[in-house]
C-alpha cells in the first residue's frame, strides 16, 4: 500500500520567502507528526495532530511557522519570511491512532533557504 | 531537561562484529521503547521495539535488551552488516496518552567490510 508522502522532495528558496510543505499520510492514519531534522542532528518535534482535537503545536520555533490539517488527510506546513537557520529536512509520519505508537515517516522535504 | 540521552553519537564496526547502542532515559512512565533506523536520504523506519514486561526481544540479528531499574535500553547488532549502515535513534514513550515522542540524538553507525 501507499506509504507517507511528501512533496516537493526538494526546496531552495530566498531568505525572506514563504514557503509550503505538504504531507500525505497513510489513509486511515489519524496522527499525523511534523519533525525537523537539521544535518547530522536528531528529530525535533513541530506539530502533532490527532483528528478533530486541537494540535499540539508546542514544537514550534516560532510564529514564523505554522501547519494546517484537513480532517485526517493532508497537512501542510508552512514557514514564512524564511531564515537560513530554517535550512533542514522537514519530515511528516502518521500514525493509526494516539494509542497506535508506531509512527510511519516519510521521506522528508530538504529545505535550502539562500 | 534531557529526557533522552542516546550513545556513541557515531560507530564503527567491523563486518560481522557486534553493535550496541544505547538509550537512557528519564520518566519513569515511558513504557514503550522503540528502535528506528534511518539510512540516508529516507524517512525513519522502526525496526524493532520492546514493553517493560520483558528484558529482552530478539529479531534476527536484532535484539533489544531492556534494564528498567537503570532506565536504559539497548540495541544489538549481531554478525553486523554493510546494509546495517544507517542512523539509528530511540524514541522511548508513554502509552497511555498522548505525550509527543522525544527522539534520542541518533547514532550514526558504520559497519565497514
Known amino acids: ?114 | 531537561q534531557q529526557q533522552v540521552k542516546q550513545s556513541p553519537q557515531s560507530l564503527i564496526v567491523q563486518k560481522g562484529g557486534i553493535s550496541i547502542i544505547n538509550c537512557a532515559y528519564e520518566n519513569t512512565a515511558f513504557d514503550y521503547f522503540p528502535w528506528y533506523q534511518q539510512f540516508p536520504g529516507k524517512g525513519p523506519a522502526l525496526l524493532i521495539a520492546i514493553r517493560p514486561d520483558v528484558s529482552e526481544k530478539k529479531e534476527g540479528r536484532f535484539t533489544i535488551s531492556f534494564n528498567k531499574s537503570a532506565k536504559q535500553f539497548s540495541l544489538h547488532i549481531m554478525d553486523s552488516q554493510p546494509g546495517d549502515s544507517a542512523t539509528y535513534f530511540c524514541a522511548p514513550l508513554y502509552s497511555g496518552g498522548y505525550q509527543k515522542v522525544t527522539f534520542g540524538i541518533g547514532t550514526k553507525l558504520q559497519v565497514i567490510p
Do not use: M
Open chain 1, 1 to 114: 500500500g501507499a506509504g507517507v508522502s511528501q512533496s516537493p522532495s526538494n526546496k531552495v528558496t530566498e531568505k525572506g520567502k514563504d514557503v509550503e510543505l505538504r504531507c500525505d499520510p497513510i489513509s486511515g492514519h489519524t496522527a499525523l507528526y511534523w519533525y525537523r531534522q537539521r544535518l547530522g542532528q536528531g528529530l525535533e518535534f513541530l506539530i502533532y495532530f490527532q483528528g478533530n482535537s486541537a494540535p499540539d503545536k508546542s514544537g514550534l520555533p516560532s510564529d514564523r511557522f505554522s501547519a494546517e490539517r484537513t480532517g485526517e488527510s493532508v497537512s501542510t506546513l508552512t514557514i514564512q519570511r524564511t531564515q537560513q537557520e530554517d535550512s533542514a529536512v522537514y519530515l511528516c509520519a502518521s500514525s493509526l491512532s494516539r494509542t497506535v505508537y508506531e509512527q510511519y515517516f516519510g521521506p522528508g522535504t530538504r529545505l535550502t533557504v539562500t
